[in-house]
């Protein structure tokens, strides 16, 4: 469902009607809940930061502008989430569970849309060994299509910053993957 099918429902559910956010959360919750898991690994985390998207959805209704694209904005609190978890889950580590969280299981990805090859394991591996900022910025451009200045506006940083780490983000995924042998060429 595209965002102008998506805006009725949105206007229902701003004023409360909850079948309607029903409709707008199983529209969107493959996408938000893919996109968490990209940027996270742990699946209890993935589940609960995607609820709290929703929550924070659900609040800031009355802020959407519905000028904007409805996908832009809900990747934007999608993306401030997930940069709060990870503040959140860094302190922690410090102050408490080092040593448990450094040893915490990976997520196990089975999603086959995901991984329709080996290529596309191979490559999204690689990509899951980048750093998070250069993570979500391959994330934005190559999973949602995002224009670099678009990338910008969510991260709220500069464009000049979000071009310096899409090509650091290229470098390094070009230099892991001549690493491992593999034959296709990362643009």
């Not at 410090?94 to 299981?105: A, I, K």
């Not at 995901?114 to 998070?132: G, I």
């Amino acid at each position: 469902m595209n965002d102008k099918e998506l805006l009725p429902w949105l206007e229902k559910a701003t004023h409360g009607d909850e079948s309607a956010f029903q409709l707008v959360y199983e529209a969107t919750h493959q996408d938000v809940y893919r996109t968490v898991a990209f940027l996270v690994y742990n699946k209890p985390d993935i589940e609960d930061i995607v609820n709290e998207v929703y929550m924070h959805m659900w609040q800031s209704f009355l802020m959407y502008d519905p000028n904007r694209s409805f996908r832009f904005w809900l990747h934007g609190i999608t993306v401030r989430l997930v940069q709060d978890w990870k503040r959140k889950t860094w302190r922690r580590i410090r102050l408490f569970e080092r040593n448990r969280q450094m040893n915490c299981e990976q997520f196990n990805w089975t999603d086959d849309v995901v991984l329709q090859s080996e290529m596309q394991h191979e490559l999204f591996s690689l990509v899951r060994q980048l750093s998070y900022k250069l993570r979500v910025v391959v994330i934005l451009r190559y999973f949602h299509d995002y224009a670099l200045e678009e990338i910008a506006d969510l991260l709220q940083i500069p464009v000049g910053t979000v071009k310096s780490r899409h090509h650091l983000a290229l470098k390094e995924l070009r230099k892991r993957f001549e690493m491992t042998g593999g034959n296709a060429y990362v643009h």
